[in-house]
């Protein structure tokens, strides 16, 4: 039953970091490429889409890690799922105190309400997210290795 979790978990943790990878280098510039106001438009979409649901994904993951580091504490690897649930520690942290207040904004403009420094904003946003995607990418390997 641990192996069904362990594979569980690496599915789970995948997919979140096959989202968030695709946010980043993927979906982010196809709405920075995007004429007039579409791109700004579909960020703010966007940010109430995936608000909803990364926060529940993000604790998901890390309840899913948690269960499995203890429950297979005395495995091979159990080193490896705790520091990979520490790194997802710090992405929730870092989403909590760095991305999610600027997304709460962000998700809330309009072309006729948004702020004069809104793609400062947006960049830093990305700055921020691009950290993130490699914390969640360092503990997804983690995860992977810990399955062999």
Not at 3 to 17: Q, S
Not at 51 to 79: D, N
Request: aromatic content about 8%; proline content about 4%.
């Amino acid at each position: 039953m641990l192996n069904v979790l362990e594979v569980f978990t690496v599915m789970v943790v995948g997919v979140m970091v096959g989202v968030e990878f695709s946010v980043a280098f993927v979906i982010n510039r196809i709405l920075n490429a995007l004429p007039e106001d579409s791109g700004q438009l579909g960020r703010s979409h966007g940010g109430r889409m995936l608000g909803a649901v990364m926060p529940v994904w993000y604790i998901g993951s890390l309840a899913l890690v948690a269960v499995w580091a203890a429950a297979g504490w005395h495995r091979p690897g159990a080193a490896l799922v705790v520091t990979a649930g520490a790194l997802l520690i710090l992405s929730v942290v870092m989403s909590l105190l760095l991305l999610v207040p600027i997304n709460n904004r962000g998700k809330t403009w309009t072309p006729e309400n948004r702020p004069a420094d809104w793609e400062e904003q947006m960049n830093r946003w990305d700055r921020y997210h691009y950290v993130r995607v490699a914390v969640i990418i360092a503990a997804f390997a983690l995860l992977a290795t810990a399955l062999t």
